[in-house]
């Protein structure tokens, strides 16, 4: 295995975007160092850039040593990435979905405990958040996560949506 620094993965990162159509503009990739390892930091700036094409880019690229037996992260060499949405992005993915969420909200006002309601036809589906607080997002196939506001969960709609898509989203 031949080490590559994190300037080197960003580059390479970049590159990846570039050959997608996006630009610095669009996403900002950076290579940080700091005592004993290293990160790639992935800033998205651009509502249209998918998110789950910048993770599977920062997923190739990291390195973290672990204990076999305690799985505990292991000192040096390690080399971290994160994939973060700048708010101007990420207002943008949400806005897609919102209007829909927030319809998807007032039917379940008057619905039974445990209803979900589908956003789309097809999915996801929205319910009541944990202790009537909140909502909940959930795929077909699983819970996808807990949200406090109908901001947040048009965004989780979004990131789902953007990955795996729906048939019934306009």
Known sequence: MNYQS?????????????????????VSVRGEY???????????????????????????VEVIHRCPITFEILGGGNC???????AEAEAGKAARDLAAVTGAAKVLEGSPEGTL??????GPYLG?????????????????CETQGLHDAALAVALYLEEHGSPGRP
Request: charged fraction near 25%.
């Open 6 to 26: 994190a300037t080197d993965k960003a580059a390479a990162i970049r590159a990846a975007l570039k050959a997608k159509g996006f630009t610095g503009r669009d």
């Open 34 to 60: 700091f005592s004993l390892g290293s990160a790639v930091r992935i800033r998205i700036k651009n509502a249209a850039v998918p998110v789950h094409l910048c993770q599977r880019l920062a997923d190739e």
């Open 80 to 86: 971290y990435a994160t994939v973060t949405l700048e």
């Open 117 to 122: 309601q589908p956003i789309y036809a097809g």
């Open 128 to 144: 009541r958040g944990r202790n009537g607080h909140g909502f909940s997002v959930w795929s077909d196939e699983r819970h996808l």
